[in-house]
Each structure stands twice: as structure tokens, then as C-alpha cells.
């Protein structure tokens, strides 16, 4: 072991990592330099060591990569924000009451869903559905009479006949109504079914969020109605002899809201337009802020898009103060508050486990040298290359070794052309290259400061992790709109990592890969990972997937939906926890059915021909068994990497 090996500890992989930056309390590095997870912040003792959870999910026979839910991360979010909004209205004063929804588009996963429906009911935390299917989902799973349903987004006459049949049920049902059009075909469907609806109306709210979703505001808004269309809906009521139906006034303004400020502004604007409407006669029961309260994904608690600059807390103190502040001002009841978090509810949940497979290197070593050793009468190029590769160990100036090698290898290229260098020396050439970029390499790799010139450097030379999965199932964002995710070693944490590396997956694409990561405080292109040993498997963790990465994976490459192991906490068991349940991810004959295949008669076709091939006695009747049962297996089997 090097001495600066030694003096590794994991706080320093805790400075590199910020796991305590972006875990909210449920991750830890543990003194074993394994990833630890604390599912309960009243139980700090109460440590699971994620090793161990590994172990089980080998033992269980699952096979990597494998989404891990922690379902008491999920249930301990939801009391955290009950919580806080219920800390707040008490604090100060606030005479409504908080009746949260949880939306469903951000992780639909039925387990998920009752998850959280069950940990939320003696809050009467309730659900938000944008689409039929869940409007279908929610109607089924919202049972709770006093917890709310709150439907978002474009509907038809079905979805209204659907939102009216959970009113009959019981439920509390708020159809918001995002464009004019559809107020009047709620009011047409609720006459003729002799029904009072709960009605909601989306504002168009100019304060607009800062960040990636800034489009979701502001008055070129995809949803919502203007105040002038707001004033219309309420006559329009009010002419039906309806105006005892609107309940509630809605305002989104994005997700993943970076800056407090866009939420002060948004709700100040809000609560005018509630106070208006309350004295225009029309005094609505609910204010429904949206979404928007963002996770810090990187750690920084910065205004960066893949952050933000407050807390949970005092996201919740300032929607229950700002609504106070305009309601004491303009003389008005204090609304109930509905809130529609579903990113901060389930994002630190469950993270995606994949096994490092392999190491893509750039031409160093990789690729197998010639013999370098001096030659009679070679050109002056190669004995160039050759003394610079000598001096690389004792220089002190590095870049100068960089630049020198770099101009060398440009004049082998064009001696070559000009037939001036042979092929053969144009290979010691580049060989002599490559052994002093990976010495290079080397030397950056364990240092703690790479100065700017040769970052550059560091970057192209750079070796990619071939990780088992696939970006496009697993970690959309991160393709689609650049969305940072903290990864993590699940062990080893206690060494020093010698490597700075990217990953790429295993989709023949070359955007399947990740190459933006919050290290030690900043965003960087490469992770500190560790050397891969060939007799111990190697797992990194891709942490806050629960938001919306979950459940907008794709086909491509038919990979598929992965493994899942749902993991509970119990404090009795030797391991403090327990695989609840195991979902099977997609096998190959799932994802060709969807595209259309008939996988049962590609086998029967493969067989037929191995037949022919027996018949003819290419192959021994018992070989074609064999290749037969083979095919079958695999159509049968998982779709990524099959590794141990
Ligand atoms: C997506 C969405 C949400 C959820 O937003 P988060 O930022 O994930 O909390 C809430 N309300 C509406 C209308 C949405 O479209």
C-alpha cells in the first residue's frame, strides 16, 4: 500500500462524494467504506450496510443491473413534508389546513403509489392524476373520503364522465379546468348526470420559474387561462347556478424550482388572484401551489439548474407565509393549501445498481505496442519520441512533455504521407506516445490538482467504465436534457480511487453514456473511481432516480425495464432489512412482443431449422437439442448483460 494510500479516510470520500450533500439524511459513507443507508432519521443506529443488500440480491438469483426501491425512504418523505407544512401552519397561525396530493406522473409504479397513498393517510394526503390512465389509477387507489384527487391536464368527455363517477364514489374530485372549452363540457356532462363537481381553474401565472422547466410559467404557458378567462369561468358559474362548485384555484410554474425567490413571486401573484376572486364573490376552499420544490441534486444548495437554494422547510414557510401575509392583507379567509410534490417525494427513494463490466481505454496500453528498442538509422522523429519518453518520470514540467510528444506525433503523421517515415516507424512512434501518455495519465490520476492547460488532456486520455445498463432505461434526463445524478462506488470507499473515468453503457449508442458529475463541489467530466480487480465484481450506484427517471425509460436497443428488489427496514433482523418483493424486469420475449415479434414462433422457426441441419447431419442430434434449449433460454431470459 502507497503511503498516500494510507492517509485515505472516508471523510475524504465523503468530501469527493457529498454523499451527506445530496443524500437528505439517508445516505452515509460507512467506517467499512461501504455505502450505508439510514432510513430513519429518528434511528440513526438503524444502518444498512448496501454490501449487504448486494449479497441478497445474489443470493435471490436476480441478476444486475437492478433498480433498489428503499420503501421507508418513500414513506419517511412524505411524513417529512406532511410534517413541515403541518410545523408551519402552526407556527404561524395559518387558519387553513395542508391537504397535499402526490402526482402520479412522476413515479406511477404501483408499489410506489399504495407506498405512498398508505403513508400519507392519516394526513389525508391525496393524489394528482394528468392523464385517463391515472385518473384510473388514482380513483382505484385514492380510497381515503377526505384526502383530495386533483386532475390536471387536457381531458375529454370520458375523463370528465370519470372524474364525475369519483364524486359519486365519495371522493373528494377537483377537475381543474386548464382551457376554457372544458369548463364547458363539465358543465354540460355534470347537468345531464345531475352532479355537482368540485371544480379547480389553472392560472396562468406570470412569475415564472427559474431552471430547465421556466416554460412551465409565464403567460406563453401551455395550461392555464388567463385572469380575463378566470373572470369568465366564475359568471359563467355563477349564470349556471354553479358557483358553490369552483373550489379551488391551481398555478404551476415548473419543476425543480433552483431559486426561493420564483416561489415567493409565484405564490404572492396567486394569493392576489384567490383574494380577488374571494371578494369577487367566489370564495374558493383551496390554492393549489403545484409542484416545483426541487432536490439538490448535486449538493451545492446553489441555484444551479441540478439544485436549489432552500430547504423543504423553508420551501413550506414560505407558501404557508406568503399565503398569509396577502390573505390578512386583503381581508380574506386563509385557504386550505394543496401542494403537488412528486419530485421531492419519491427522487431519493431508489437508485439504479450496475456492475462495471469493463474498462475502454483510449489507445494506452489497450492497444498492444511494437518493440520500441533503437533502431540502426532510424529518423530523427522516432529518436525524438524516444527521449521524450525518457524524460517523462524526473520532469517537472509536464505540459512541456505533453506539448513535445503531441508535436511529434503530428510530424510522424505527415512524414509519413510524404513517404519519409515507414510504416513501421510510424508504429514505434505512436507507440512511444502512447507509453508517455499513460505515464501521463498515471501521474494525474493520483493527483489531487490538474492545472487547466491539461485538463484537456486528462479528458482525451481518459478510460471509460463499461457499465450494464442502458441511459436511455435507466437515467433519460441525463441524456435528454443534461440532468446531473450523483454516482457512487457502493464499496471500497475506505481506498483512495486511483482512476478518473466516464461511463458509457451498453446501448450501441455513443449518447449512451455519463460524463457530467458532482465531485467535491463541482461539476466535473470524470469520477474518482477505483481500479477494477479481476477477482471481485465492482457495483456504482446511480442515486435519486425515484423522480420521473423510473418510469420514462425507453426501448432502445430492447433493453427494457430492469430487475427491481424492493428493500424494508426491520430493525430485528440481523441485516436490518429485508427484500419485500422481487418485479422481474423485462425478458427478451416481453420487449420483442411489444415490437411486434411472436417469440414462441421465432423459436419454433429456429428449431425447424436446426432440424434440417440434424437431418442433414451437420449437426449430432444431441448438439441440436442443445442450441434448440439455448435459444429458448435466452429468449426466455434477461435482456442485459448476464455477468455472474
Ligand atoms: C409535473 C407536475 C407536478 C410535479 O412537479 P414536481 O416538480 O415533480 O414536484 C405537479 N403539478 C403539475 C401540474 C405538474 O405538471
Known amino acids: 500500500m502507497a503511503a498516500s494510500d494510507k492517509e485515505w479516510t472516508i471523510n475524504d470520500a465523503e468530501k469527493l462524494y457529498g454523499v451527506s450533500r445530496w443524500g437528505g439524511g439517508y445516505f452515509q459513507i460507512g467506517d ?63 387558519q387553513g389546513q395542508y391537504r397535499g396530493v402526490y402526482p402520479i406522473k412522476v413515479n406511477q409504479m404501483r408499489e410506489v403509489v399504495e407506498e405512498i397513498v398508505n403513508a400519507g393517510n392519516p394526513f389525508q394526503y391525496g393524489l394528482e392524476a394528468g392523464s385517463k390512465a391515472e385518473l384510473l389509477a388514482a380513483l382505484a387507489m385514492n380510497t381515503n373520503p377526505d384526502s383530495l384527487t386533483v386532475l390536471n391536464g387536457y381531458k375529454d368527455e370520458e375523463f370528465m364522465r370519470l372524474a364525475l363517477l369519483g364524486g359519486k364514489l365519495g371522493n373528494r374530485v377537483l377537475v381543474v379546468v386548464e382551457k376554457y372549452s372544458e369548463l364547458l363540457l363539465l358543465v354540460k356532462i355534470a347537468k345531464e348526470l345531475n352532479i355537482d363537481p368540485m371544480i379547480g381553474v389553472r392560472a396562468k401565472i406570470t412569475a415564472v420559474g427559474r431552471g430547465k422547466w421556466e416554460s412551465s410559467g409565464g403567460e406563453r404557458a401551455k395550461f392555464g387561462l388567463t385572469i380575463a378567462e378566470i373572470i369568465n369561468t366564475a359568471r359563467y358559474l355563477q349564470e349556471q347556478g354553479m358557483s358553490h362548485c369552483l373550489n379551488l384555484l391551481h398555478f404551476h410554474i415548473g419543476s425543480q424550482l433552483t431559486d426561493i425567490r420564483s416561489v415567493k413571486e409565484a405564490i404572492t401573484e396567486g394569493a392576489m388572484i384567490y383574494a380577488e376572486l374571494h371578494k369577487m364573490g367566489f370564495p374558493l376552499d383551496y390554492v393549489d401551489v403545484g409542484g416545483g420544490l426541487g432536490i439538490d441534486y448535486d449538493g451545492s444548495a446553489s441555484t444551479n439548474d441540478s439544485s436549489r437554494n432552500y430547504s423543504m422547510q423553508e420551501y413550506v414557510a414560505n407558501v404557508v407565509q406568503g399565503m398569509k401575509e396577502v390573505c390578512e392583507l386583503e381581508q380574506v379567509p386563509h385557504p386550505h393549501l394543496v401542494s403537488e410534490s412528486g419530485r421531492a417525494i419519491t427522487a431519493h427513494h431508489s437508485c439504479v445498481v450496475t456492475q462495471v463490466v469493463g474498462e475502454i481505454r483510449t489507445n494506452i496500453s489497450g492497444t498492444r505496442g511494437v518493440d520500441t528498442g533503437v533502431v540502426d538509422g532510424e529518423h530523427i522523429i522516432v ?175 430492447l433493453f427494457g425495464r430492469l430487475n427491481e428488489v ?46 434440417k441441419q440434424v437431418a442433414c447431419g451437420n449437426i449430432k442430434p444431441r448438439e441440436g437439442v442443445g442450441w434448440t434449449d439455448f435459444y429458448e433460454a435466452c429468449i426466455n431470459g434477461y435482456t442485459y448483460l448476464k455477468t455472474s
Open 32 to 94: 467499512n467504506g461501504n455505502l450505508h443507508i439510514t432510513p430513519h432519521a429518528d434511528h440513526p443506529d438503524l444502518r444498512i450496510d448496501f454490501n449487504d443488500v448486494l449479497t441478497e440480491i445474489r443470493q435471490a438469483g436476480v441478476q444486475f443491473p437492478v433498480v433498489v426501491r428503499f420503501h421507508d425512504i418513500l414513506r419517511a418523505q412524505v411524513v417529512r413534508l406532511n410534517t413541515a407544512f403541518a410545523d408551519a401552519i402552526s407556527t404561524c397561525g395559518y
Open 383 to 557: 529518436s525524438n519520441m524516444r527521449d521524450i519518453a525518457g524524460e517523462v518520470a524526473d520532469s517537472s514540467n509536464k505540459q512541456r512533455i505533453y506539448n513535445d510528444a503531441s508535436r511529434y506525433k503530428e510530424q510522424a503523421m505527415d512524414a509519413f504521407k510524404l513517404r519519409v517515415l515507414s510504416l513501421e516507424e510510424l508504429a514505434r512512434t505512436e507507440t512511444l506516445y502512447w507509453q508517455i501518455m499513460a505515464q501521463l495519465q498515471e501521474y494525474y490520476a493520483a493527483a489531487d490538482y490538474v492545472p487547466e492547460e491539461l485538463q484537456e488532456m486528462e479528458l482525451n486520455l481518459a478510460s471509460q467504465y463499461l457499465c450494464n445498463f442502458s441511459i436511455f432505461q435507466s437515467a433519460a434526463d441525463t441524456w435528454a436534457i443534461d440532468q446531473l445524478l450523483p454516482v457512487v462506488p457502493l464499496t471500497r470507499m475506505n481506498e483512495k480511487p486511483q482512476v478518473k473515468c466516464s461511463l458509457a453503457d451498453i446501448t450501441c449508442d455513443s449518447d449512451g453514456k455519463i460524463d457530467q458529475f458532482p465531485v467535491a463541489r463541482e461539476i466535473t467530466n470524470l469520477l474518482p473511481l477505483h481500479k477494477l480487480r479481476a477477482d471481485e465484481p465492482y457495483f456504482i450506484g446511480l442515486f435519486l432516480t425515484g423522480a420521473y427517471q423510473d418510469v420514462m425509460g425507453d426501448m432502445h436497443n
Open 566 to 611: 424492493h428493500i424494508v427496514s426491520d430493525a430485528d433482523d440481523p441485516q436490518k432489512f429485508y427484500i419485500e418483493e422481487v418485479v422481474k424486469g423485462s425478458a427478451v420475449n416481453d420487449v420483442l412482443d411489444i415490437m411486434q415479434y411472436n417469440p414462441e414462433a421465432m423459436a419454433s422457426d429456429v428449431k425447424r431449422m436446426i432440424d
